[in-house]
């Protein structure tokens, strides 16, 4: 079973997916939200027709002191929404701070054009909160053998 990592975004949300194994992570695309959590929801569903999912993991924005922002705020409104609707699905968070910026450095490090990073940043942003969700859980099951 596969894990979905989501970077729940104001305008654009960034998808990211492991493989069958959960060994590496990949992006898959970047919604654009249109005001709307209805667009996400339609495309998730398209996405867990095509994959085997068992677990979602949603960034939060929490501030750089740790305490809670507003968008972590509205985050949590949305993980509502993703408990209601997919309550078979472990659905868990992870702190995302800093990785919109470790994104932009990849981008940077890779030479992206501009005008096309806007497009992938939460895409990339999405592949590092599933990497730190898999770390951590990679972390937990060592500690405990």
Same mark, same amino acid.
């Given at each position: 079973?596969?894990?979905?990592?989501?970077?729940?975004?104001?305008?654009?949300?960034?998808?990211?997916?492991?493989?069958?194994?959960?060994? *590496?992570?990949?992006?898959?695309?970047?919604?654009?939200?249109?005001?709307?959590?209805?667009?996400?929801?339609?495309?998730?569903? &398209?996405?867990?027709?095509?994959?085997?999912?068992?677990?979602?993991?949603?960034?939060?924005?929490?501030?750089?002191?740790?305490?809670? @922002?507003?968008?972590?705020?509205? *985050? &949590?409104?949305?993980?509502?929404?993703? %408990?209601?609707?997919?309550?078979?699905?472990?659905?868990?968070?992870?702190?995302?701070?800093?990785? *919109?910026?470790?994104?932009?450095?990849?981008?940077?490090?890779?030479?992206?054009? %501009?005008?096309?990073?806007?497009?992938?940043?939460? *895409?990339?942003?999405?592949?590092?909160?599933? &990497?730190?969700?898999?770390?951590?859980? %990679?972390?937990?099951? @060592?500690?405990? @053998?």
């Amino acid at each position: 079973m596969r894990k979905l990592g989501i970077d729940y975004g104001e305008a654009r949300v960034g998808i990211a997916i492991t493989d069958e194994l959960n060994i *590496t992570v990949q992006g898959l695309e970047t919604i654009t939200r249109n005001g709307s959590d209805k667009v996400i929801l339609k495309k998730l569903d &398209e996405i867990f027709e095509k994959y085997e999912v068992d677990t979602i993991v949603v960034g939060m924005p929490f501030n750089m002191n740790g305490t809670m @922002s507003k968008r972590a705020e509205i *985050t &949590e409104e949305f993980i509502h929404k993703l %408990k209601c609707k997919y309550n078979k699905m472990k659905i868990e968070t992870v702190d995302e701070r800093l990785t *919109t910026v470790e994104a932009h450095r990849t981008m940077n490090f890779l030479d992206v054009k %501009k005008n096309k990073k806007k497009n992938i940043v939460d *895409t990339i942003s999405a592949v590092y909160i599933l &990497e730190i969700y898999l770390n951590k859980f %990679k972390n937990t099951i @060592s500690k405990n @053998s």
